[in-house]
């Protein structure tokens, strides 16, 4: 089955650029969703098709999808950016989403 | 305002049955997938089934295949989860989603109703 690895932990101090890695084999070839989830709630979908931005999603949200990773990028970093991020495909090989297991941005 | 609402969750014994039920508002329910989502207390996403507008796509995570069952009532803009014979590593908050914003995603997501698989 297809993985999605991402690192447990990013750490970054306010106002400098963040970026949180996803890799799997080929992800290039597939498209890819990022989610943000603080302590408590539900997800929230801020990038999907590897770069778009749902409406309300602050433009410090980009993301870019190459070879075997694909990359969120907040810009500006604040406070209330700390959050665990998940990245996400549909493998259509095995008609599954997939998530990666995480990643916890600590905000210093 | 797209809303999605999870309910049903709750205690039950290893071996036993749950339905969830996730109603949906805000937007045309019939003309998007829905999904289940599951999170285990303290550790990540894990994708469990996805059931296409119409129904006729139909999907589950390998965990999970041959236990649980998808389904949606477009009328009443609702999505199900019969969740059979639970084991304990099934305990986990349970999100529905949309994919309202751009297929394939959770564009939207409820609030998550809690299932605990304990004896």
């Known amino acids: 089955s297809y993985v999605l690895t991402q690192p447990p932990s990013v750490s970054v101090a306010p106002g400098k650029t963040a970026s949180i890695a996803c890799g799997g084999n080929s992800i290039g070839s597939k498209t890819v969703h990022w989610y943000q989830q603080k302590p408590g709630q539900a997800p929230i979908l801020v990038i999907y098709?590897?770069?778009d931005r749902p409406s309300g999603i602050p433009e410090r949200f980009s993301g870019s999808n190459s070879g075997n990773t694909a990359t969120l990028t907040i810009s500006r970093v604040e406070a209330g950016d700390e959050a665990d991020y998940y990245c996400q495909v549909w493998d259509n090989n095995s008609d599954h989403w997939v998530f990666g297991g995480g990643t916890k941005l600590t905000v210093l | 305002e797209v809303q999605l609402v999870e309910s049903g969750g709750g205690l039950v014994k290893p071996g036993g049955s749950l339905r969830l039920s996730c109603a949906a508002s805000g937007f045309t329910f019939s003309s998007y997938d829905m999904n289940w989502v599951r999170q285990a207390p303290g550790k990540g996403l894990e994708w469990v089934s996805t059931?296409?507008?119409?129904?006729?796509?139909?999907y589950y995570a390998d965990s999970v295949k041959g236990r649980f069952t998808i389904s949606r009532d477009n009328a009443k803009k609702s999505v199900y989860l019969q969740m059979n014979s639970l084991r304990a590593e099934d305990t986990a908050v349970y999100y529905c989603?949309?994919?309202?914003?751009?297929?394939?995603?959770?564009?939207?997501w409820g609030q998550g109703t809690l299932v605990t698989v304990s004896s």
């Open positions: 989603a949309s994919d309202v914003v751009a297929a394939g995603t959770g564009g939207y």
């Open positions: 059931i296409s507008d119409t129904s006729r796509y139909i």
């Open positions: 098709y590897d770069r």
